[in-house]
T-cell receptor, first 112, second 115 residues
Framework: QKEVEQDPGPLSVPEGAIVSLNCTYS??????FMWYRQYSRKGPELLMY????GNKEDGRFTAQVDKSSKYISLFIRDSQPSDSATYLC????????????FGQGTILTVHP | DAGVTQSPTHLIKTRGQQVTLRCSPK?????VSWYQQALGQGPQFIFQ???????QRGNFPDRFSGHQFPNYSSELNVNALWLGDSALYLC??????????????FGPGTRLTVL
């Protein structure tokens, strides 16, 4: 069993839709939770990070962490065609600059 | 301010050969991590270098080795290449210590194809 599981999709939604991306994990030692966005032929770029449980909002993006259920989510409101990319969840242990463990990635397409 | 840079962009090798990939971290960063991303998969951690030493290592064989130079740039070496090594190799840089959160910035990657 992988430490981090992510539904690979693909996910196709119309412009303006609310998108929900999810990951589950098995290791309760994870403390930092991140969402990265990766465009084709590019490296991942950080969208959101959360330390421990809770919610965090940044513009159209909301990250949620439920440590009791070992479940994290990323919500995208008013999705745009420019949001079309692969979304990767990532987690790390005690230090934020340490080893990142990624999910498989979810391919999202937002069509006009 | 230049971000993380990697070279070369693409590389084609044959089985059994050796390859060296290079990474220059973001200005001010002292820690470099390497990841392997197979097609359709998330990145997998190979190892991390800090103060010119390997600080952490993932589940990769000894064929994968690295180096960090005094200017914090880094190399990833892979010996005895086999088909399964074909992937996008990503370099990420960060600050090794201090602060509550130290973001890892990724480079564009080197696409390695092994024939």
């Amino acid at each position: 069993q992988k430490e981090v599981e992510q539904d690979p999709g693909p996910l196709s939604v119309p412009e303006g839709a609310i998108v929900s991306l999810n990951c589950t994990y098995s290791n309760s030692a994870f403390q930092y939770f991140m969402w990265y966005r990766q465009y084709s032929r590019k490296g991942p770029e950080l969208l959101m990070y959360t330390y421990s449980s809770g919610n965090k909002e940044d513009g159209r993006f909301t990250a949620q962490v439920d440590k009791s259920s070992k479940y994290i989510s990323l919500f995208i409101r008013d999705s745009q065609p420019s949001d079309s990319a692969t979304y990767l969840c990532a987690m790390s242990y005690g230090t934020s600059y340490g080893k990142l463990t990624f999910g498989q990635g979810t391919i999202l397409t937002v069509h006009p | 301010d230049a971000g993380v840079t990697q070279s070369p962009t693409h590389l084609i090798k044959t089985r059994g050969q050796q390859v060296t990939l290079r990474c220059s971290p973001k200005s001010g960063h002292d820690t470099v991590s390497w990841y392997q991303q197979a097609l359709g998969q998330g990145p997998q951690f190979i190892f991390q270098y800090y103060e010119e030493e390997e600080r952490q290592r993932g589940n990769f064989p000894d064929r994968f080795s690295g180096h960090q130079f005094p200017n914090y740039s880094s190399e990833l070496n892979v010996n005895a290449l086999w088909l399964g090594d074909s992937a996008l190799y990503l370099c990420a840089s960060s600050l090794g210590a201090g602060g509550i959160y130290n973001e890892q910035f990724f480079g564009p990657g080197t696409r390695l194809t092994v024939l």
